[in-house]
């Protein structure tokens, strides 16, 4: 995978406090959603007015909706969610995920005692009990991985349900079922996609969701309005540029040139055009 589940359990914990999404957001009617509140096992629904949600949240919303569409009943989809946010805390999934990071011979004295610090303190581990599960855990492969083919798989037989896609190891016991029971498919790749950029929109770019960078350049484009931006990417190497273009006098021109600090790198492209500068400027950012 690249990265640690450990990791992706951090990736979870940035990403959870950010709550932007609505049913709205998701074409999901409130009516329906109250239904659910009632009866299906949403414990990050409680005590809660306005319905607002991260993107793992709102990403199970849709998963709940998909299912309903294909027929699958409120019993089971309660048993499902059960299963996905509750049991989890019951079988103390991430105190046992600390625990094996603790005993890991690679782990550093400093991550140690960062783990034993968790494991102390009560309030902490019950909280992170109710964020960090295989589902969350799962979802934040997307968040690191630019991939297509993501799914979440359902067993109506047994209850059950995995992951599928390219990032998934196929030695796990849920996807090896596919090959012995019936299972529906819900693709997650374009709605987790679609979640990202109503949390990015909604945030004004202010989320965990994003590299340092590429938030850096969407404030850019927000504030500045460049006339085009220039983005080249590649593996995990992000570099932007950023034209704007305008017309000034001799005088604008060192005025504005005085009074703006731009970036190294940046240039600055003049053609005279009778008695003003046609000017290109060139920021960029890294």
């Known amino acids: 995978m690249g990265l640690s589940k450990l990791e992706f359990v951090d990736a979870v914990a940035r990403t959870f406090e950010s709550h932007h999404i609505t049913p709205k957001d998701l074409g999901i009617s409130s009516r329906q959603v109250n239904y659910w509140k009632q009866s299906i096992a949403l414990p990050y629904f409680q005590n809660e007015k306005h319905l607002k949600m991260n993107v793992y949240q709102g990403l199970w919303l849709e998963i709940l909706h998909s299912l309903t569409k294909m027929g699958i009943s409120t ?8 299963k996905v ?37 009560t309030l902490l581990l019950e909280t992170m009990a109710s964020e960090i599960t295989p589902f969350t855990v799962g979802i934040s492969q997307l968040i690191r991985t630019s991939i297509s083919l993501f799914q979440f ?19 796990e016991r849920g ?8 299972y529906v498919v ?8 679609d979640l990202v ?45 950023f034209v704007y ?10 005025a504005f040139l005085k009074s703006n600090d731009l970036k190294k790198g940046s ?19 890294k």
């Open 186 to 193: 819900v693709p997650l790749a374009r709605l987790f996609n």
């Open 153 to 171: 798989n359902y067993f109506p037989q047994s209850g059950e349900w995995c992951f599928s896609g390219a990032i998934v190891d196929p030695e």
């Open 267 to 285: 240039r600055v492209l003049l053609t005279l055009q009778g008695d003003k500068w046609d000017t290109q400027i060139i920021v960029k950012a």
């Open 85 to 121: 946010w509750l049991e989890p805390r019951e079988s103390d999934y991430y105190r046992n995920l600390v625990r094996a990071e603790l005993d890991h011979p690679t782990s550093s004295i400093q991550e140690k005692d960062q783990f034993h610090r968790i494991l102390e303190d």
């Open 175 to 182: 996807t090896q079922r596919m090959s012995r029971e019936p």
């Open 75 to 82: 019993k089971q989809l309660n048993a499902l969610s059960r």
């Open 197 to 241: 950029s109503i949390e990015i929109i909604k945030s004004e770019g202010d989320t965990q969701l994003m590299d340092i960078e590429l938030v850096e350049a969407l404030n850019l484009i927000h504030q500045k309005k460049p006339r085009y931006v220039v983005a080249a990417i590649e593996g995990h190497h992000q570099e932007f540029q």
């Open 245 to 254: 273009h305008d017309t000034r006098t001799l005088s604008e021109l060192i």
